[in-house]
């Protein structure tokens, strides 16, 4: 009998997973997102859109579904399905491990200011920036839309809600990897005076961070929310390797 693999995604860490994941004999392999983005890529497994409806609801998930493994490889900043995951798996007893990417750490010429929310974050422009690249997704906008002074650069994956409430600005519409050229030159483009980002880690945006350095940008930086404890993997590779043994130790 096949062994059922739940991997909580939304990031590509967890698209990379599932497709490794699938290579494996005697697995299935299942993929849930949350559902915010109306049309995601391609991933490997089977598909599961939307809530669980918290812990009980997971819980319930995992046992009629009959998963035998759970992987957390959600955004970093999506703490409480990670909580829940946490809840759920230690109340069936079931194997689970949390694929958290490395925070970005700040380097000599980076000018960071870091805050706890997404709330201190606004709080920190008012009065000591002009003209903002935003990129903390569509989801918190309206914490910026008091900021009447401040013009923003909003870069997105998807259209925000019709009844959000937004800052004054422009929208940018696309999804990284970025390439540094091309963040440096939007920078300069823009006239970009701050950068506001959560600290994501990883490689596809961190581009934006190192064309901020160079170019002397500050960067208002929204540090990450705490998670639960368990075993935790920082990259696909160990994870798929933790994957590989628990597999194996149940053969």
């Not at 669980?52 to 009629?64: A, K, Q």
């Not at 959600?74 to 829940?84: V, Y």
């Not at 639960?228 to 920082?234: I, M, N």
């Amino acid at each position: 009998m096949k062994k059922r693999v739940l991997i909580l995604g939304g990031t590509g860490d967890a698209s990379k997973l599932a497709a490794k994941a699938t290579t494996l004999p005697g697995i299935e392999v299942i993929v849930s997102l949350a559902g915010r983005t109306p049309e995601p890529l391609p991933i490997a497994g089977t598909l599961r859109v939307g809530g669980f409806g918290g812990v009980d609801g997971l819980t319930t998930y995992l046992r009629d579904e009959a998963i035998d493994l759970l992987i957390d490889a959600t955004h970093p900043f999506a703490a409480q399905i990670s909580f829940n995951a946490s809840a759920a798996a230690d109340e069936l007893e079931l194997p689970r491990i949390i694929l958290v990417r490395p925070a970005w750490e700040s380097v000599p010429g980076d000018q960071w200011i870091n805050v706890d929310s997404i709330a201190a974050a606004a709080d920190v422009l008012e009065g000591q920036a002009k003209r903002v690249f935003l990129t903390i997704g569509r989801q918190q906008l309206a914490a910026f839309a008091h900021l009447h002074e401040i013009w923003f650069l909003m870069r997105l994956i998807n259209q925000p809600e019709s009844e959000a409430v937004l800052p004054n600005g422009l929208f940018l519409f696309s999804q990284g990897p970025f390439d540094l050229t091309a963040e440096r030159e939007l920078l300069m483009q823009y006239q970009i005076d701050t950068l506001v980002t959560k600290n994501s880690g990883g490689n596809a945006t961190y581009a934006k961070i190192i064309a901020a350095r160079e170019l002397g940008i500050n960067v208002v930086m929204v540090n990450r929310p705490p998670i639960p404890q368990g075993e935790q993997v920082k990259n696909v590779e160990e994870a798929f390797v933790w994957l590989c043994n628990q597999i194996s130790s149940v053969r």
